[in-house]
């Protein structure tokens, strides 16, 4: 195979900025009948387009996918492991160019950009040593024969990705379907197609992914519609919000399909009353104002023993009032919210937790997209803030007094995606874990983080308990397993 052309030092087209005006990847690059516009949420302005794909081209996508398929499923794991380690490669070298894109359509700040990248470029690194585990189990037998569970590839993988975190949720799926052997057909967010679909496919493509393996298909629901309806496609992974999910698993429970949902959160974080409260308040306002809030896994609830509420929520509110929501180009520490609608749904929640009774201490307004961070103090349940997932930068402040209380709070949402437990005293706290209901548990830290190399997944209103991240989790992901017996002898039976 010949050598990628960025590995020499010379940049594809794609990585030109424009060159991709009005295209997609269907096993290459394509023009479609209509086109889009990739839009600034910061300023508003075009910073690109791209081809916008109909029903009709999930068609074309899959008809290749499925082709490419069969022979990617038997390409041999070393070559496939060596696609994925030039991919790593790739991102890692272009990584300024991706990070820029997270600026431009998913309105980035640029430490937030720039950690979404390096993840990224993890996700094909673990992916190239996934492609190389072991895939079966022998098993014991009380016939005359070898027994054994295998896992082969599903076939073509319909993975449909969000704008908050468009290259990393994107790329969480492909890497590891890929290198279990599956074609891809990805629906990208429309607001983020760029930084989340097509800057992969060129990556891909540079790294020797054979043509039609990955397809790209720009589109709102009609189109993912389309990607569940499609029978040629037995798996479904969806990142996104609980009610898309919801949608999309009652379709596919109907068609009997696979669906992988990773879905919302309105996550707690804990502070007990043995914790540094200023080392407490630090790691709150990061779960809640990361990337303006708008992250899955983002704090969404604070819960405070009483004995620290009011220092912790006056330290909260400092933090809050001395950051700013701002273009990604000035080096603000927060973004714009993604688009008038979201950003409309956020103020709605702020105004309906005040009205019934919960405190704005600092923030609650708003100039264009630009969100300024925001605390409520003596939220309780049954108030919008507690209940709903904001998914801004908002972050809530309710009160406990005793053990049990706190372990109703927590379990009282119908999310279960990542808690985050605050104290002094770490192993008390894992005991105290066991009785709240979470898919991940962080102790002392906040609510977000993400490795590669962890399985990632929720529970509840969260997700259906599936997991990205680490070899077992993926391959139990994006696999069906085999029972296959082999004897030496045609068996005998008595007709």
């Not at 998914?391 to 402040?397: E, K, L």
Request: proline share 6%.
């Amino acid at each position: 195979m010949t050598q990628p052309a960025a590995q020499t030092g010379q940049k594809t087209a794609f990585f030109d900025k424009g060159t991709w005006e009005g295209r997609t990847y269907l096993g290459g690059w394509t023009m479609l009948k209509a086109t889009a516009d990739a839009v600034s949420p910061s300023t508003g302005a075009r910073v690109g387009s791209y081809a916008l794909a109909d029903p009709d081209d999930v068609q074309t996508a899959v008809d290749l996918a499925v082709s490419a398929q069969r022979t990617w499923a038997s390409t041999s794991p070393e070559e496939k492991a060596a696609v994925l380690r030039r991919a790593a490669a790739l991102i890692e070298q272009h990584s300024d160019v991706l990070a820029q894109w997270l600026a431009e359509e998913a309105g980035s700040a640029p430490g937030k950009a720039a950690f979404e990248a390096g993840l990224v470029a993890s996700e094909f690194h673990l992916a190239s040593a996934t492609a190389m585990m072991p895939y079966g189990q022998l098993l014991r037998t009380g016939r005359p024969r070898t027994s054994i569970a295998r896992r082969l590839p599903v076939g073509v993988v319909g993975v449909i990705a969000p704008f908050n975190f468009p290259a990393i949720l994107a790329a969480r799926s492909i890497a590891p379907a890929l290198a279990l052997g599956n074609a891809i057909v990805l629906k990208p967010d429309p607001r983020t197609t760029i930084a989340g679909a097509l800057f992969l496919a060129a990556i891909l493509e540079e790294a020797g992914l054979p043509p039609g393996v990955l397809g790209v298909v720009p589109g709102g629901m009609e189109v993912g519609s389309a990607l569940v309806d499609e029978p040629r496609v037995p798996m479904i992974s969806f990142t996104g919000s609980t009610p898309a999910g919801r949608a999309i698993a009652a379709r596919a429970g109907q068609l009997l399909k696979r669906v992988h949902l990773e879905l919302g959160g309105n996550n707690a974080l804990v502070v007990l009353a043995d914790a540094d409260v200023e080392a407490a308040a630090s790691a709150g306002a990061w779960g809640s104002f990361l990337h303006q809030g708008q992250i899955c896994m983002t704090t969404g609830r604070h819960l405070v023993h009483e004995s620290l509420y009011d220092r912790y929520v006056e330290l909260l509110t400092e933090k809050a009032g001395r950051l700013h929501a701002g273009a990604p180009s000035t080096g603000a520490p927060l973004g714009p919210i993604i688009d008038g609608r979201q950003r409309d749904k956020v103020h709605s929640i702020v105004g309906r937790s005040i009205e019934s009774g919960a405190r704005l201490t600092v923030g609650g307004t708003y100039e264009g997209l630009f969100y300024q961070p925001s605390v409520l103090a003596d939220v309780v349940p049954g108030q919008a803030a507690f209940e709903e997932e904001i998914f801004g930068p908002v972050a809530s402040v309710s009160k406990f007094s005793t053990t049990d209380e706190l372990v109703k709070l927590v379990n009282s949402s119908p999310f279960g995606l990542s808690l985050g437990v605050l104290t002094g005293d770490p192993y008390a706290a894992y005991e105290l874990s066991d009785r709240m209901r979470s898919g991940i548990v962080h102790i002392n830290d906040q609510t977000v983080d993400d490795e590669a190399q962890a399985p990632l997944g929720g529970v509840g209103d969260s997700g259906t308990g599936v997991r990205f991240g680490g070899h077992e989790a993926n391959i139990e992901a994006f696999t069906e397993t085999q029972w296959v017996t082999i004897q030496g002898e045609i068996a005998t039976y008595p007709f």
